[in-house]
């Protein structure tokens, strides 16, 4: 069975090569390389005087292979074929990832009393990788309080769809709209079948509410959802004179927290 396909790079006797499309086979006591595969991709593989002998596509011999028991095995040069590892992948880099992302004073630690067996002689770089910045950046802490301290109603008005809701309301809808104004935490819920309704449903609402308070929408704050940034929304909040914000994403926290609704 094949655990896996990739590319190795291997150190001849004459220069450096890279065999590709190398079949990981598990429990295989000896690695095999395919003459059919070998000569398919332009290579030659000449046979004689109990000899095989290897070349390129432009004929350079590559490897040079005695017959031992009827059979060519290829003796790497392991020295070899370790520091080339340690080169051409960055030894600090690699080993860095290969012990999990370790810090650099256990790197230090490690490489002057050799407490790996194999570990590469190479410097080791204060610089941390990307990945260790992501994954040890912290982020600010959320203010309590809002920052922004409405003074009448409609100055701001919170808004978002939630769904598809697994079961259905009694008229089939499986989605909502939420409008919540930020000075009175006053909140209309409008059920949706499909979120192409925000819209039409928003205009409604928001001739309800302007009546009923006598006051305008001045912002409307939401999520970067396509429901709520399409043309045809965004021309019709700039003709109403209504300013347009969207939160950050993947920040519940710097959405509208709802209190007493």
């Avoid at 051409?88 to 067996?117: A, P, T, Y």
Wanted: one cysteine or more.
């Amino acid at each position: 069975m094949i655990a896996g396909k990739g590319d190795i790079t291997v150190c001849t006797s004459f220069r450096k090569k890279v065999i590709r499309n190398v079949f990981l086979v598990s429990g295989l006591e000896k690695n095999l390389l395919s003459v059919p595969q070998i000569i398919s991709v332009g290579y030659s593989v000449l046979f004689e005087n109990k000899c095989c002998t290897n070349l390129d596509r432009t004929g350079k011999k590559i490897m040079e292979i005695q017959m031992v028991n009827k059979s060519f095995p290829i003796r790497w040069n392991s020295s070899q074929e370790s520091e080339l590892v340690t080169s051409e992948e960055e030894g600090m880099e690699l080993w860095h990832r290969r012990l999990g992302h370790v810090g650099n004073s256990r790197m230090e630690q490690m490489h002057n009393k050799k407490m790996v067996d194999g570990f590469p002689n190479f410097h080791v770089n204060k610089e941390i990788c990307g990945v260790c910045k992501l994954g040890k950046q912290v982020r600010e802490a959320f203010p309590t309080e809002s920052q922004t301290k409405t003074k009448e109603k409609l100055e701001i008005v919170h808004t978002n769809v939630c769904g598809p809701m697994q079961t259905e309301s009694l008229n089939g809808s499986r989605y909502f709209l939420l409008l919540v104004d930020d000075y009175t935490h006053m909140a209309w819920i409008y059920f949706l079948k499909q979120k192409s309704e925000v819209f039409s449903v928003f205009k409604k609402s928001k001739a309800l509410v302007e009546t009923q308070s006598g006051k305008k929408i001045k912002r409307l704050r939401s999520d970067g959802g396509g429901e709520f940034t399409s043309s045809g929304f965004n021309e019709f909040c700039d003709q109403e004179g209504i300013e347009r914000q969207v939160t950050v994403p993947y920040t519940h926290r710097s959405k509208m927290v709802l209190q007493n609704v």
